[in-house]
């Protein structure tokens, strides 16, 4: 009678897991299409483009490589969002990302970056890149040394639902991902675009 109730009970949970919805994808394909008319119109590399989706918790991929030629995501992993408690208290901030340009606020910042040159970090594997803000949004990035680096405390897979590490604004990733991204853009002729969302 036991083994009996529990088939019971496993036919209606199967049933009724049969009809939850999936989780909505995304549809980045408007983001996409911008990028690649920024790409064209600016001269940055026609290739590829790095998008980070900061409305996605922070135990997730949101940190995205998009190949405009398949238009697929060729790789995805965790990336971490500034703290954002410097000029007032933010006790969510490791859930819901805040936003300011102003230098110390230790906050992410959104919109288009050119990607520049490789440098010397005292993070992850020693490398780093200089991100330019192009946007009023974005405008201080070198001024804060907001910069695309590794952390070892970056996980190389979802964790959800636990959190990434808080940055200082940093879009940093896993050390393993970062070697990755080092090799595509030591290999591009041309400036990258990395772009934060919301």
Sequence with gaps: MKHFLLLIAVCFLCC???EVEPL???????IHAEAASFCKENNYNESYYFLVDLSVHSGKNRFFIYDF?????????????GSCDQFEENPDKWEKVKFDNRVDSHCSMKGKYKIGSRDYSSWGINVKYWLHGLESTNKNAVKRVVVLHSWSAVKNKEIYPRH????????AVSDAFMEKLDERLQQSVKPVLLWVIE
């Design 164 to 171: 990434s590490p808080l940055s200082w604004g940093c879009p």
């Design 24 to 30: 909505a994808v995304k549809d980045y394909s408007s």
């Design 69 to 81: 030629a398949s238009k697929k995501v060729l790789d995805k992993n965790l990336v971490t969002h």
């Design 16 to 18: 009724n897991n049969s």
